[in-house]
């Protein structure tokens, strides 16, 4: 804790997510101060920057809390660490590489008595938590996922996107299965799976999942990342009761057609928030079922080879 009351926060892997997001969301907000960073290459103005992750744990005993922004390969490493040197840890998406990693984290959180938050940062999309709400009580018949994009807007220059433990288009993807699992009760199965591997690349670029809710309804999705034309993060959403359709990647929700909910961009914000509530209550948030549907599309798959991928 600072003198000023927040929480002290060192943030591992300064690159894209980290400057869109992250540091405006810490600096931002009225939880956390950041006094630290992490990372190989990059820096943040103003706080102390270190390139190694073991001098940094040593030398900054004061710092109680750690973002980790770097790709999902090297988290657990990282996590695993500064749990066991009484840290808090803020995982981006995805939490880990394996659920078994995953699951290891959760364990070792409790053991040492701090807090673990994998986040979903869609799950904080403003029409998230509506829709949520407006599925209650009614019987879902049908589900579909349209998840596409322009992987070269995207993720320009993210080698390890495309290797092994970079997840490919489920990185993406994810944040799609993420909403279907906060705003859909029940335990969703994978029962097909068609992954598009580029020849040259250990990852695929597009994958067409069959999935069931609990009751039996069907849930198609489609990932693409060959998207050049507008950009789709939409969830349909059938019901005895109406059409839900959310778009803009949860950002915004439809019901029969008409908007309900328009989204202002607090998806961070909302996650630092709920990161302080939860240092403070002594508490841990760490749901890893979009990790395990991605885990299953994998054991289902289908391999399908695609044109070579060139950036
Ligand atoms: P990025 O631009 O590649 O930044 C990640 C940073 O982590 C790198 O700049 C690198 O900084 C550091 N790093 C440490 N070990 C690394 C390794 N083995 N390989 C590559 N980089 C390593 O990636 P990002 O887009 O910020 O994504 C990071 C995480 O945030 C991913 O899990 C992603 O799914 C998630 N995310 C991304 C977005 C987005 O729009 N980009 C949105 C939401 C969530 P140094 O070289 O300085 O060490």
């Known amino acids: 804790m600072t003198s000023t009351g927040r929480i002290a926060l060192a943030l591992a892997g300064v690159g894209k997510i980290a400057r869109d997001q992250h540091i405006p969301s810490i600096e931002s907000g009225s939880d956390f101060a950041l006094a630290a960073a992490i990372s190989r290459n990059g820096k943040i103005d103003g706080v102390e920057n270190f390139v190694d992750y073991d001098a940094f744990l040593a030398a900054r005993t004061d710092i109680t809390a750690v973002s980790l922004c770097t790709p999902p390969e090297v988290r657990f490493d990282m996590a695993k660490k500064a749990i066991k040197a009484g840290r808090h840890v803020l995982l981006e998406k995805p939490p880990a590489t394996t659920i078994g990693e995953a699951e290891a984290m959760s364990v070792l959180a409790k053991e040492a008595g701090v807090t673990l938050f994998a986040t979903w940062h869609s799950r904080f999309a403003d029409a ?161 079922q979009p990790l395990r549907l991605v885990a299953d599309a994998f054991l289902r798959g289908e391999r399908h080879d695609v044109d070579a991928f060139i950036e």
């Open 128 to 288: 998230v938590k509506p829709a949520t709400e407006w599925l209650v009580g009614k019987t879902i018949k049908k589900i579909e996922i349209i998840w596409k994009e322009d992987v070269r807007r995207w993720h320009p220059g993210q080698a390890w996107i495309w290797e092994a433990g970079g997840f490919g288009v489920f990185d993406p993807g994810i944040n799609a299965l993420s909403i279907l699992t906060a705003i859909v009760p029940g335990a969703i199965t994978v029962n097909h799976a068609k992954l598009s591997f580029p020849s040259n690349r250990q990852q695929p670029i597009a994958a067409s999942l069959a999935m069931s809710t609990a009751e039996g309804a069907p849930i198609v999705a489609e990932f693409d990342w060959r998207q050049e034309g507008p950009q789709t993060w939409d969830i349909l959403v059938e019901t005895d009761a109406g059409k839900l359709q959310l778009s803009k990647g949860g950002a915004e929700m439809f019901v029969d057609g008409v908007a309900v909910a328009t989204g202002h961009d607090r998806e961070y914000s909302g996650i630092y928030q709920r990161f302080a509530e939860l240092i403070r209550n002594g508490q841990s948030d760490a749901d890893y």
